[in-house]
């Protein structure tokens, strides 16, 4: 079983920035796939970022694209999002979530709340 470990999340004003870590527990090269997603209560998970594990190539929600960023740490398992300039719409609870052919995995969810 593959656990993911998300940390960073907290309270902040508004264009203020967070940095989210997901702890991977088996090395990325078997997923194929990192991604961070959001929820709010009452509404669908949303894609907010995706990076792949090979390339790296990255993808963004409409929402998020200018403001954060998704990255990766090999060596450490690591996946991250940086977030900058964040608006009181950007309160979620964040999630991330590693993927293959086969395997679908998610974290416990860390939450964000941006608030004056």
């Known amino acids: 079983q593959v656990q993911l470990v998300e940390s960073g999340g907290g309270l902040v004003q508004p264009g203020g920035s967070l940095r989210l870590s997901c702890l991977v527990s088996?090395?990325?090269?078997?997923?194929?796939?990192m991604a961070w997603y959001r929820q709010v209560p009452g509404k669908e998970r949303e894609l907010v970022a995706a990076?792949?594990?090979?390339?790296?190539?990255?993808n963004y929600a409409d929402s998020a694209k200018g403001r954060f960023t998704i990255s990766r740490d090999n060596t450490k398992n690591t996946v991250y999002l940086q977030m900058n300039n964040l608006k009181p719409e950007d309160t979620a609870v964040y999630y991330c979530n590693v993927v293959n052919r086969y395997e679908n995995y998610w974290g416990q969810g860390t939450q964000v709340t941006v608030s004056s």
């Open positions: 990076i792949t594990s090979a390339a790296g190539s990255r």
């Open positions: 088996r090395g990325f090269f078997s997923f194929n796939v």
